[in-house]
């Protein structure tokens, strides 16, 4: 699904432009965010086909504000990318509200794969 519509949200500006460029380069539309607030004021402009979020954004977890979002655009897939995947409360806390979890670091083609796999249901 290549013109797939994808939320990024990752409060790290360079992280943030990086997953933005390799998004763009393979074909799907993006907005990115920063922070929350501006993250919602997209979902106004186009609903995602996919959230891509962070751990940590601003004064709250990455966790929080896709559960949030979701109250905006209940069924948004969501793709958390996430540093802690070792610890069994992380893995149980995003499997319980269906998101799908990707380890970092990662490579730009393990993302896209990624990408295309959460889009695609698998």
């Known amino acids: 699904m290549v013109n797939a519509t994808i939320l990024v949200l990752i409060a790290d500006s360079a992280v943030r432009l990086v997953v933005q460029e390799t998004l763009e380069h393979a074909g799907y539309s993006v907005f990115a965010a920063g922070d929350l607030g501006t993250a919602v004021d997209k979902l106004k402009e186009s609903p995602p086909d996919l959230l891509i979020v962070s751990p940590y954004v601003e004064d709250i977890s990455g966790y929080d504000a896709a559960r949030y979002i979701r109250t905006k655009c209940p ?30 670091p990662y490579s730009a083609a393990a993302l896209l794969q990624k990408v295309g796999d959460v889009l695609a249901g698998k």
């Open 75 to 104: 069924g948004l897939r969501v793709l958390m990318l996430a540093g802690l995947m070792q610890d069994d409360r992380l893995q149980n806390r995003l499997t319980l509200q269906e998101f799908d979890f990707f380890p970092q």
